[in-house]
């Protein structure tokens, strides 16, 4: 973070920051200035509903000093963001297929079980002369139903 001083001391002294095992500031800050540079070749893209033009873009090779460290750090707190959202969104999820909640309320009752049969003949019926009849059912004899549907013996026979 402090290479983009203007003090010629303060480049020099690099602190080591202390933080926990599994985040390492160098490696955050390596990883944000990639990612300027790697914006700005990829150049502007549209964000969210925005339209392209509607807001400025402030270029990691145009900027120096401040700038870039405030470039730095919105970076990083944007990682951050984004991985701490994407934990959230992820956890309500796990063992969630475990949980009682997905039981279905509705019970089948015995008039949903005796009109079964029917129920799929009217929907083979209903939809019998979407088929292609002389493809599929060449060599089976007809029989007419009433209204003008035709039903083979085949699916006469299922119910």
């Known amino acids: 973070m402090l ?5 010629s001391m303060v480049k020099t002294v690099q602190p080591s920051i202390k933080t926990g095992r599994k985040w390492k500031v ?11 540079k790697m914006k700005e070749v ?11 033009g509607s807001s400025s873009v402030k270029w990691w090779s145009k900027t120096e000093g401040k700038e ?12 951050e963001d984004f991985r701490r959202f994407q934990k959230a969104v992820q956890l309500p999820q796990q ?3 475990r949980t009682w909640n997905l039981q ?3 019970f089948l009752s015995w008039e949903d079980i005796w009109q079964a ?26 029989m007419i139903l009433h209204a003008n549907y035709v039903m083979t013996d085949k699916l006469q026979n299922m119910f």
């Open 95 to 97: 063992g969630h297929e």
């Open 117 to 142: 049969p029917v129920r799929i003949s009217f929907l083979i019926v209903s939809v019998y002369d979407l088929l292609p009849e002389t493809i599929w059912y060449a060599g089976e004899r007809r």
């Open 68 to 79: 870039k460290r405030d470039m730095i750090i919105d970076e990083v707190r944007q990682k």
């Open 3 to 7: 290479e983009e001083s203007d003090d």
């Open 26 to 36: 160098e490696k955050a800050i390596d990883k944000a200035k990639e990612c300027l």
């Open 42 to 52: 990829i150049g502007q893209t549209q964000i969210d509903r925005k339209g392209l």
């Open 104 to 106: 279905s309320r509705d």
